[in-house]
Structures are given as structure tokens and as C-alpha cells.
């Protein structure tokens, strides 16, 4: 069982942003007390930290993605304001999918958005 100063030494790294995308004294820390946690020696094993949100967009897009039917064509229309790496994701799944066609909107006009939603009404 951890003791009150490893906890408060894992909610700092928390707090310090440690689910990054590279490599810190603090995601080193986690590892390490995750490993502990599990009775896991941290030499013999390591606990993968991902960036949760981008994990989640991936996995709905994934999901949606594989109930459509590859012969209809699909539009996903995309808002500008989404995290960044949302619009790259689509995109990916696009270039494997030739039937699926992302379309990006500027959220603060209306008449755009309208327009393409009328365009494409029948594939979004």
C-alpha cells in the first residue's frame, strides 16, 4: 500500500502535465509507481501513458467507421475549433477509406455550414 508521500508525489506529476506526448523525470515517476502499484518490477516491464483524449476520438471515429457500408458514400463534416489533432485523425481514417470525405467548416458562419449540409444532406 503507498504511503501519503507517494501520493502526493504522483498527483504532482499529474498536476505538471505529465500525459504528454515525451518523455519526463515525472512520466518516469508515474511508471515507476504504477509498476509498484501492480507488484511489477520496473525494469522487467513499463506502463504505456497515452494521451487519453486523442485515444477516445480515434476509437469513436473507429467505431462509427466500421458500421458504414464502404459502397455509400460518406461526408464527416468537421468543425475548426476541434482539437487539432481531430481534423488528422478523420483524415486517416479518409485516405484508408476512399469512401469517406471529410469536409472542414468554419464554426462562425452559419450560411457555410448550412450550404453543406444542404450539398451533402443524403452522406453525412
Known sequence: MENNKEKQGLHR???KGVYTRTKSKDRKKINDYLCKSYS???KEMSVGLFCSGNNAIYSLIQTIV???DPK???VFV???ELYCDTLRTFEH???QKPFITIV???VTKTNEIL???EEHKSKI
Do not use: R, Y
Open 72 to 74: 455509400d458514400p460518406s
Open 78 to 80: 468537421i468543425g475548426d
Open 66 to 68: 466500421d458500421q458504414l
Open 13 to 15: 506529476a499529474i498536476q
Open 104 to 106: 472542414q467548416v468554419n
Open 93 to 95: 481514417f479518409a485516405e
Open 40 to 42: 511489477t518490477k520496473t
Open 115 to 117: 450550404k453543406v449540409f
